[in-house]
């Protein structure tokens, strides 16, 4: 394995399986992780840049799990106004002794400073619009959790795809499993990228879409994401595109709902569908920690 | 006992002189509180929906002398717009491996909360204006260590009763006690509440409330809750209502002064007194790691 | 030694001496710092009335490499609008348990907080445009590993001389060692406390100050401190004022560069030069986290 997680392209298949494996060797058999004191010597830091609570809070209490420091490191915005101020900035905290950094970010900057900085390890926290490799390893565990595979599955990804990093790095991963079928759909407002593109099968009625899907997986609409112009209609929008139980049940019997979160309540989810058995969306929670453990000890080994 | 502590009301007499007794064996002897390894599998969360200093520092350190984890999670007050978004908040910070919040919040949200997710603990910081448990406790040990009981005493409470939940919660707490007068005194515009009220012994005048006093409680003028439509001249409030050393001359020889903090330094309280040994205003807040180092311990086990 | 480290004067010649030696002793042999439990029960806080990341983080991470716990408290500046309310929650935080304040300040407080609060130890980490003893020590250091001494040099200074506490703390802590050759140089409107003062040596032209130096030390033009008034040409500082790798050729042939940081990137000090071999910078970084450990070490036994 590479010394940095940027992209989840970068782990082979084999590197998958084994992370999710790993994970699972971290849960306490009581819906939470253990606590082990693996990593006592090791600093990590978080530096996100953009607005975060529950992948930062994920980050840093897998940190702890694992016994390492843990740097909570805030930058505005304003720092980023030139590329060399955030690398110095990195640069010199890591000179102070922080073995890794977490890094979120709007712009796509990871690549670049962990070229500039070979002795120093990153690991991605969501990255642009591309890259959100943890996020995409707790979306396979919670599959393999509940389906067993991560093959010969029907996935139907709903919502605003445009700006979601969470979808693309899903697709990119997904792609290491075979005879799977991914289903695009949600309003073509949101989905521009993903219509008349020969790489995707978008379906734009999302009844159409959910037919005997296995995973139904909605994504949030990142309003602070979406330009003024592209006005969505909100009534109209939970009328054609909210995953609610009666929609649901045109998936197979056993089909599960997952959404990265947070959820746009009773917009892009209703509320009984969330809190029904089918919503394995609380056990994303619970496996975002799992596979951090998972990640943090491998690239700090 | 319950799992959560939200009012003191959920106390018995005999839980609060327990957890009393508890506090007073954390003392390190050196006007500290000693340092004990005992919960290093538990992680605390500290929400905080208004600012607080000494509330959120003080459970910060007793979380930490009892070798807790603890996580600070700031949320903004314009997340708490829709009561099902501090729900999920907290649900999904609880799936991460949260074993206890403490929260404080300008809105009564504890019970809800608490009703809806049975499997976590909460500790009440400081809710609206009814409800401080851990200050009740605190300014109750205080009275302990100086009078020996809590029976038998002629309290005064003084200021801006009616935003005071510090003062509610002990009026609460105190009548678990017996044989105790309770005199509740202060600017008229600032008692309304407790004036002409069947439940409450009001007393306009300060100087023939304090008449024998045991214990002088002052409270802080809570500016940024008052509406500006009530308008206090200071001059006048400080010539009739501060507590000063002439006026604590006219309550007991041995009495005690008191207050939450922080203080309005010579408004409420003048100076002098403040730092005189009449003042226990800085034991309270040794006692506050003390107490909350008793309530951590007893609601975590 | 004293009970607080405020100022470098506080130290005498053979105390800086020692605390250079303890401090080399917490390197790891591998470009960072050793991690001891020596402190496990001793709480320090960080009170930082001015933005810091370097000297905070490193405050911080010094004194997690020695096992203690730490509290980063946050004061926006209102709260020291009244010398009084610095004081009281200052003092308020000690009573919970705090044993060291790690304060940085634009107004000089420190001296007076110490005097009152005599059972509390305080650390400087940079105060007004005077003090920065702990920054001090990193540059000793720094030219100890260099130049084997801190004897027999010449020492050039340039930049925002007026604004900066780094190179009063530097002068006054210089001053303990025999037969070295301070020259004081940069932009006259950013020196005027220095230019025709007999206590200093100040010369207009860098390049001739430069000639023969042993260290080259330059300092940040701080903006944010600069009156509106003083307007710099930029282009003129940079063709007058920025050391880069042609006129550090005036200097020894073994110079080294230091820098406090940031470093404005290109206009105090070229990015070639800060890149290059003669550069100390990077290892100043490393090496503050070394000294704060030994001063952590030493006010705290």
Same mark, same amino acid.
């Given at each position: 394995m590479n010394k940095n997680l940027i992209n989840i392209s970068e782990l082979s298949k084999n590197d998958i399986d084994e992370l999710i494996a790993f994970a699972e060797q971290f849960f306490d058999g009581d819906g939470g992780c253990k606590r082990e004191? &693996?990593?006592?010597?090791k600093t990590i830091a978080n530096v996100f840049f953009e607005p975060s609570t529950r992948t930062k809070l994920s980050f840093e209490i897998a940190a702890k799990n694992l016994g390492c420091q843990t740097i909570n490191f805030d930058i505005k915005n304003s720092s980023m106004k030139k590329g060399e101020s955030v690398f110095e900035t990195i640069d010199t905290v890591s000179l102070m002794g922080v073995d890794m950094f977490i890094i979120r970010s709007s712009e796509p900057i990871l690549a670049e400073l962990a070229n500039m900085m070979p002795g120093v390890k990153f690991i991605n926290a969501g990255e642009g619009t591309e890259s959100h490799p943890t996020q995409t390893l707790t979306d396979f565990l919670t599959i393999k959790q509940t389906k067993d595979t991560l093959n010969n599955l029907k996935i139907v990804i709903v919502g605003d795809l445009d700006h979601s990093r969470v979808a693309r790095s899903f697709l990119n991963g997904i #792609?290491?499993?075979?005879e799977n079928e991914i289903v695009l759909t949600g309003h073509p407002d949101l989905c521009s990228n993903f219509i008349?593109?020969?790489k995707y099968h978008y379906v734009e009625n999302l009844d159409d879409a959910l037919k005997d899907a296995d995973i139904v997986m909605a994504l949030r609409i990142q309003h602070e994401r979406i330009? #003024? #112009?592209?006005? &969505?209609?909100i009534d109209e929008y939970k009328a054609l595109y909210q995953v609610n139980s009666e929609r649901m049940e045109?998936?197979?019997?056993?089909a599960i709902l997952m959404h990265p979160g947070p959820v746009n309540m009773d917009i892009e989810v209703s509320e009984s569908l969330y809190h029904s058995d089918k919503s394995v969306i609380r056990d994303q929670v619970s496996n975002g920690v799992a596979i951090r453990m998972a990640v943090l000890s491998r690239f700090l080994s």
């Open positions: 004191n &693996i990593f006592p010597d #792609s290491n499993y075979e008349n593109n020969d330009q #003024s #112009s592209t006005e &969505i209609d045109l998936a197979k019997g056993d």
